[in-house]
Every structure is written in C-alpha cells, then in structure tokens.
C-alpha cells in the first residue's frame, strides 16, 4: 500500500492532514492516524504500521490491528491510498 499520486500529508500539532490534490478534499488524522498513514506513505504494509502503533502507543494489538484495517479501509474506498 502506498499514498495515491496527488495526495499530501503535512504533520501537524494534532496528527497530520492528508490534501487529495485532485478533488481538493482533506482528512484530519490523530496521532495513530499519522503513524499509520506514514508507514504506508514509506510503502510499509498494515503488519508495520501495527508495530509501529505498538512501539509508540499503549495499545493491545488486536484494537491496532482492528484500527489499522478500518482506516486502511477508508483510505482505498476514498481512493487516498492504493492496495
């Protein structure tokens, strides 16, 4: 997986904000968000971003695992990230 061509990410305060340069829409993400999304955005897969969530945050796995999915979910359906 990896960010679709004509999308930004720009860190924020907050998280990070995701700018589909096409359509002109934008996505606010939260911490975990970004942690997600930039491991996908270095061409990493759902596994990394897990561990990265892991490593960064006082998760269980199975509610990182289950957060990465439906936000890796969102993101193909919205067309912001490619499979």
Same mark, same amino acid.
């Given at each position: 997986m990896k960010l679709r061509r004509g999308v930004a990410i720009t #860190?924020? =305060?907050y998280g990070a904000v995701l700018l589909d340069e096409r359509s002109g829409t934008y996505w606010q993400l939260n911490e975990c @968000?970004?942690?997600v999304v930039n491991a996908l #955005? =270095? @061409?990493r897969g759902r596994r990394a971003a897990v561990e990265r969530l892991? $490593? $960064?945050f006082d998760v269980e796995r199975a509610e990182a695992e289950a957060d990465v999915e439906e936000l890796t979910r969102r993101l193909v359906e919205a067309e912001i990230v490619t499979p």
């Amino acid at each position: 997986m990896k960010l679709r061509r004509g999308v930004a990410i720009t #860190a924020t =305060e907050y998280g990070a904000v995701l700018l589909d340069e096409r359509s002109g829409t934008y996505w606010q993400l939260n911490e975990c @968000g970004a942690v997600v999304v930039n491991a996908l #955005a =270095e @061409g990493r897969g759902r596994r990394a971003a897990v561990e990265r969530l892991l $490593e $960064e945050f006082d998760v269980e796995r199975a509610e990182a695992e289950a957060d990465v999915e439906e936000l890796t979910r969102r993101l193909v359906e919205a067309e912001i990230v490619t499979p």
